[in-house]
């Protein structure tokens, strides 16, 4: 009988996705404004760029999903590229927040160039960090609650990020410091945190689930067997509309605050300034995900994961569609509403990684093949995809609307700024749950696969 994880495993894990995590709400929150407002590229520019790069991730994340299949090691498939890739993660997360005067067709070159290498750097830890969760254990309830533990890891990274970020640079121009170095100092801090906490993940976890005996399988039929995968592509769906419509609300908070909410007061705490709101909201959003990520076990133990994932992401839809009508002095109820959209949007991710692991061990059930890697190369891509997709809207929505970075906006550029953050990423959430309405694979049937599957691992002639 399988154990249950311990604690320090648990723990351990977590701290991977808190260091991809920083990273990620630094893409997220931070390096379209500092590409628009730092390096003064411009707003189209930028979001083409964000999504052209996408179409190499669109083979580099299954290649990657591939080749962790087959990679053998004694530290096991997944687990050594968290020691490997830390280091060029970490370097290449610094290069992308440096500012060189190159010129406006140099910056943008460069701007391309170091967007994509850590992309591909990225999906190099990230892809076998996800895969890890599938083969750390094979029950799905301790699934959910390794995925409860990795978000808890990675909304405490994107937390320590935007709760010190701003603070970090105001520090380093206070001493001297242009914009750009104090951006460039900031994130040389969170690169050495980053190689450490990837390291504890490699040596505090293990690899468990061997898959039953079985004959050499080619890419082709790798492919085959996902093209055939009908939850696979509801579940990529559904996380690549949940991804856009969490990174519009993320690329769009610090617009929203230097250009539309202002230097309002904070009630009971009594900060000023729109870059010290901007830090509090996205705090609470991050801190109000986290609870909605320790609620999901409980919740989708009740539910389910597809009703409680429905139930959640229209929950998200509604509350984001009432921001549009806040004005800039209801501060309160700004951040209220923040604080309940965090919730119900926290509690999905969790759910979308347990997932794709029943849909691994689905596919292993139906093919007697597994491709652990391969599955959940797609929850990066999804994640990558979403990401680039919101981020290159966001931007692309304020050129629309007439945005022109470090001036003041006319009434028409405020409303495309609301937009971002209200109407169009209740658009997504509503999409993504449409999607979800088609995924089959119960609860009460993964465990009668699971149960099947440790049968096959105990007796390989079963599988043959």
């Known amino acids: 009988m399988t154990q249950p994880l311990k604690l320090k495993e648990k723990i351990g894990y977590s701290f991977g996705d808190f260091a991809s995590s920083m990273f990620w709400k630094l893409f997220t929150m931070f390096l379209t404004i500092f590409y628009t407002d730092v390096i003064e590229l411009t707003p189209v520019a930028v979001g083409t760029m964000l999504l052209l790069t996408r179409i190499w991730d669109s083979v580099n994340d299954p290649m990657m999903g591939i080749i962790s299949d087959r990679t053998h090691t004694k530290r096991g498939k997944f687990r050594p590229y968290l020691f490997w890739v830390a280091i060029p993660f970490a370097v290449i997360g610094v290069l992308t927040f440096t500012k060189f005067d190159f010129g406006p067709s140099g910056k943008l070159i460069y701007a391309y160039a170091t967007y994509t290498l850590m992309m591909m750097v ?39 990020v935007t709760a010190t970020a701003a603070h970090l640079i105001d520090f380093f121009k206070g001493g001297g410091a242009t914009e750009a170095q104090g951006y460039q100092y900031t994130i040389m801090i969170y690169a050495v945190l980053a190689v450490l906490f990837f390291w504890f993940t490699f040596a505090w976890t293990k690899e468990r689930v061997k898959p039953a005996r079985q004959g050499k399988s080619s890419i082709r039929e790798d492919f085959k067997d996902l093209s055939k995968n009908r939850p696979w592509f509801i579940v990529l769906g559904a996380g690549v509309f949940a991804l856009i419509f969490l990174s519009l609300r993320d690329g769009s908070m610090m617009y929203y605050f230097k250009y539309f909410v202002k230097n309002q007061e904070l009630p009971f705490l009594g900060l000023v300034g729109w870059d010290k709101l901007a830090s509090v909201y996205m705090t609470m959003w991050l801190g109000s995900n986290m609870l909605g990520v320790v609620l ?3 919740v989708s133990g009740k539910f389910g994961k597809k009703r409680t994932f429905l139930i959640a992401m229209l929950l998200s839809a509604a509350i984001s569609l009432l921001m549009f009508w806040l004005q800039p002095g209801q501060i309160a109820i700004i951040f209220l509403l923040n604080v309940l959209v965090g919730i119900s949007a926290g509690i999905i991710m969790p759910l979308i990684w347990a997932m794709y692991a029943d849909i691994a061990d689905f596919s292993e059930w139906k093919t007697g093949r597994r491709a652990t890697g391969l599955i959940f190369s797609s929850s990066s891509m999804s994640q990558k995809m979403g990401g680039a997709l919101g981020g290159a809207i966001t931007l692309w929505i304020l050129a629309a609307y007439g945005f022109q970075a470090n001036l003041e906006q006319t009434g028409y550029g405020l409303t495309g700024i609301k937009m971002t953050l209200s109407i169009y990423p209740a658009i997504g959430a509503l999409i993504s749950a449409l999607f979800i309405l088609g995924y089959k694979l119960s609860d009460k049937f993964m465990g009668q696969v699971t149960a099947e599957l440790e049968e096959r691992r105990q007796d390989p002639n079963l599988n043959q």
Do not use: D, Q
């Not at 959910?144 to 890891?153: D, Q």
């Open 122 to 160: 990225y999906t190099a830890i990230n892809v076998p960090y996800s895969s890890l969760m599938g083969v750390m254990t094979p029950v799905p309830a301790e699934r959910t609650t390794l995925a409860s533990f990795r978000f808890i890891g990675a909304f405490s990274g994107g937390i320590f």
């Open 296 to 298: 999901a076990k409980p």
